[in-house]
Each structure stands twice: as structure tokens, then as C-alpha cells.
């Protein structure tokens, strides 16, 4: 068969996306500081990328002693292409944006 | 059943008798009434879709997409600065291969307003991938919308269908409704081998470097140009349950005639009046109605322009620096086929109404002359 015969009729990929790890494009780094985190979930709900993971689990570093076995947010470098969202919304403060190191 | 409908409500049964699944639409005059009555036709019931309330055209067709790219069966409607609006997204839905289907009421562009009958606002989107139908009936706008789904899901394009404002969208005709299990025998569930679906998660419309872009533009293309055989097959099918049809184009005493009139949507009505006073007079004049504009049916109109002495081409539309756009297209159909002198009028821009008077003069005018180098302006005040 040739290959423009081969092509699709719709552009469209033949499975998930989750194989293009954008994480790679990343030139900040956010970084939760989980001593100060409320777990408020509030970067959960803004990242564009869907790259706020929820521990549910909880994380013992908290600034509350009740906060330590709330579900706290992590996020996942393997997607997340730095653009700050997080940081920004915060109302804790907490995420910083770092130089990444390659 | 026999009803009278004005056009606007006639493009509402059309889509509410194709089962349209998803309707996102924004009010616009003349286009008001399409969504007043699909909004009824959805609260009371009697047609189960999701209407989307949008806060602009350009939402309006993103929904669609959204919609279509799931797997729905998608409709809108707008005119004029509306559909100018819905630009951007005109060209994604038809490089994503979407089947959606939509009523543009054709209406002239501002400044200054002017809510009244012109081409332009659908003329002006002639190169996004639309397929293009302009009406000269109610009964032609209801049945138009259901064909249109049917070919536009065999060859999966979206179709534009265009009728004029106020001649048709708010003058009541009397429209024959068929019946909806006689809709659904000609129009099946919409099923799309690839859709949207969390269990077979895809990501559509990705980067298409330079390596494959024309290839994909191609297939768009060689689409349309099926397109023109498929629109045949379904009217064929369409007529065998319906008893009604209408063709890529509408040919009117062509055979003999010396001078054909060529004309789309409700100027083609009059112009048909007047080939009849002319032939009962003995004169041979032809009638020419272009009903599919994209894909352009190039041998169609050859086939009908074969013997004629002279063609008048009636626009209701210009294209600023060149002339009115069905002449330009007529005449590259005419190229390396036949040398025949066509006159292109631009008339009836802005609803001015175009009468039998006015025809008759475009008529004698290419009678008395041998050939006409620009477009010609009918009816501009001295």
C-alpha cells in the first residue's frame, strides 16, 4: 500500500497522550513547601495540565497537627511544564518556582 | 402534513426530524425564530437534544465541535456578523472532518447595518471546508437539512445551509413535514468509527508538521470533490422516499436556450417567472440555478452551458476588487471548455429587491452587446 493511502482521513493519535511526557519542558520547578501547605486543594483545581495529584494518604509534614493525615496535593513532574498557575493561586504561599535543574 | 412555515421555522423541524443530539446556538436577526423554535421543540419535549446556551457564535460552533468530535449529532444556526464570528472555528470544524451541519441566513455585513438579504457573510467562508447549499424554498431549506447530515456523515464534512433573509427565513410557505419514521428510514443513527470516548482515550487534532500537512489537506479536498457523486446517491435515495428532488444544480429550459440566466437561492424564483413569460413568447431563454456551490459542480454546469449564446450571472454579492463571485466561478468553469460570453450583474445587495423588470433588462442588456469586460451594477441610482 502506498503511504499516502496509509494516512488517516482525521488527524488524530492511535492511542493516549500520556506517552508524551511534557514534564521535559519544564524550566521551573514548583516545589510544595508542605510545612506551610493547608491542603486546600486550590492548585488541584487551577493546573491547566491536570498535573496535582491527590496523596490521599496524607503527607506528616503539615503545619496543623489535624492537617497531617488530610489528602495533600503532589505533584506529578513526570506532565507538569511549569507555568506557575499553582504558585500563583496559592493563598498559603506555599509552592515555590525553581530554576529546574537539566 | 401539509404546514405553513416561514424558512426560519422550516430549518427548525429539519434539524428537530434529523434528531439533531446537540443544538448550541446564539441568537442573531434574521436567524431569531431557528432557535426560539428549537428551544420550544427541546423544553416540551418533542425533541430530546441538548441545547447549550452560548454567549457567542464562536462558542456556539465550539460547542458543536466538542460535540460532534463525541460522536453527537450537532446544529446551529446564525447569519451575517454571526457566522463572521464563528471564523476561526469554520476551519477546524471542517480540517477535524466533523459532520456538523448549520443554517446561515444570508444577511449583508456592517457597516452600516443592514440585517436584509446578501451572499457575502456566506461567501466570505467559501475557502474553510464547508460544503455549501443556498435554497430557494422553504420546503428546499427543510429537506436540504436532513440530506445534508446524511452526506456529511458518509463523507464527514460539515455543510452549510444558506437561505435568504426574510424572502425565505420570515415568509410562510407552505412546507410539507415528513413523517419522522420516514426520516429515520433515510437517516440512521449517527456513528462515528473514532470519537471521543474516556475508554479509548485519543488526542485529536495534534501538531501535523509540514511531512503530512498537504497530504491531510488533500484528503480534505478529494473529499469535497466525492462529495459532488455522494450529494447524487442521497438525493436519488432521498427521492425515492419523499418524492422530491433538487440536484447539485436546477436546470430550466437549458437545452435550447440562447441566453441562460444563472441565479441561486430566491432570485432564481423570479428569474423562473420570467423565463416562462419569455418562452411563451417564443424566446429562447434558459435558467440555471447553482443549489451546491462546495463542492463546486464544475461538470454540472458545463453540461448546462454547452449550447447557449450568452450567460447572465445574477450576485447578490461582491467581491471587492474582482466582481461577483458566481460569475468569477462560472467563468472558471467555462475556461479551456468553451469561449461564451458571460455577463456578470451584481444586483440586490443589501435586500434591494431584484423583480422581473430588473432581469429583463439584464437580459436585453446581453442581448445588445457582444461581450462585457467588468461586472455590471444593476440598479444603481444615477
Redesign the interface.
Known sequence: MKE?QK?P?????????KINKTGSWRNLRPEIDYSKCIRCMICWKFCPDACIKINKEGIKLAPRENLKKEPAPEIDYDYCKGCGICAEECPAKCIAMLKEKK | MKKLLIGNHAVSYGAMLSRAEVIAAYPITPQTQVVEELAELCASGKLKAQFIKVESEHSAMSACIGAAQAGARAFTATSSQGLALMHEVLHWAA???LPIVMANINRAMAPGWNIWADHIDSLAQRDTGWMQFYAETNQEVLDTIIIAYKVCERV?LPAMINLDAFFLSHTAESVEIPEQDMVDEFLPPYNPE?KLDPDD??????L?PPK?YM??RC?LHS?HRNALKIIEEEEKNFFKIFKRKYGLVDEFYTKDAQIIIVTSSTITSTAREFVMRERKKGRKLGLLKVRVFRPFPFEKIRGALKNCQKVVVIDRNISYGNAGIFATEIKSALYGFRNVPVFGFVAGLGGRDVQLEDIEGMVDFARKKNFSKDEIWWGLKK
Open positions: 499516502n494516512l482521513e482525521i488527524v488524530v493519535s492511535s492511542g493516549s497522550m | 480540517n477535524a472532518r464527514l473514532i482515550p485519543r488526542a485529536f487534532g495534534g501535523l503530512y497530504e491531510m484528503k473529499a
